[in-house]
């Protein structure tokens, strides 16, 4: 019972964590992470909802592609702890967006140090929440069921997948909005970084424990 509080606790941390990164890379202006593209792009075209609960929306749609994954191989308590925990992702999201709302960088350079800070971020939060063993955010979860029955590795699945969503999210602001907002080249940037970051903090994790991390 006590390792499993600790494997949520590490787990809620990271959870924190990434939510932070994301605030950070829609804060920099320059396109935010591209795990959150999508639900971003749409909080532009309708402010019905905010970003938080659109993300909460799109969360639901990367766990029903899971279920259809793995079909029988389906952990049906997690699919249920995921659902919490997006719910819980989106309200941190909005939360840390409000905790950096008096963040404004007007140069570009300062724009562009944000963006990277945000990856970093982003990135040591999957992480974080990956060492938990408990449960992860259905995006990441979604690319880990994929990467499961695949055999690709689980870095590559996700670097494939953050494209499509930039691209996805291109669609969205051409069409509805009229112009490149909330995505632009920093989501890009994202998209071929944070995959690969992960893989360092695995490589780093690795050295300094000793542990091979699979996948």
Not at 85 to 95: H, Q, S
Not at 116 to 145: K, S, T
Not at 167 to 184: A, D, K, N, P, T
Request: aromatic share 12%.
């Amino acid at each position: 019972m006590r390792r499993i509080i600790r494997q949520y606790c590490v787990f809620l941390v990271g959870l924190f964590i990434a939510s932070m990164g994301v605030a950070f890379s829609t804060k920099a202006g320059l396109g935010t992470s591209p795990v959150a593209s999508v639900p971003f792009s749409v909080s532009l075209v309708s402010d019905a909802l905010s970003f938080g609960w659109w993300l909460n929306i799109w969360s639901l749609m990367q766990i029903a592609v899971q279920v259809a994954v793995l079909r029988g191989r389906c952990n049906y308590l997690e699919i249920g702890v995921q659902t919490v925990l997006a719910l819980v992702y989106g309200y941190l999201t909005d939360f840390s967006c409000s905790l950096l709302s008096g963040i404004h960088p007007e140069s570009y350079p300062a724009q562009f140090a944000l963006m990277l800070l945000g990856c970093v971020i982003l990135a040591l939060g999957i992480f974080i929440q990956y060492q938990g063993g408990v449960a992860m955010l259905p995006g990441e979860a979604m690319n880990r069921a994929i990467s499961q029955v695949s055999g690709r590795k689980y870095e590559n699945v996700k670097v494939a997948f953050d494209v499509l969503y930039i691209v996805i999210s291109v669609m969205i602001c051409l069409i509805f909005v009229g112009r490149l907002e909330g995505v632009r080249e920093g989501s890009v940037i994202a998209a071929l970084l944070i995959g690969n970051i992960i893989r360092c903090f695995r490589w780093l994790y690795g050295k300094l424990f000793g542990k091979q991390q699979a996948g």
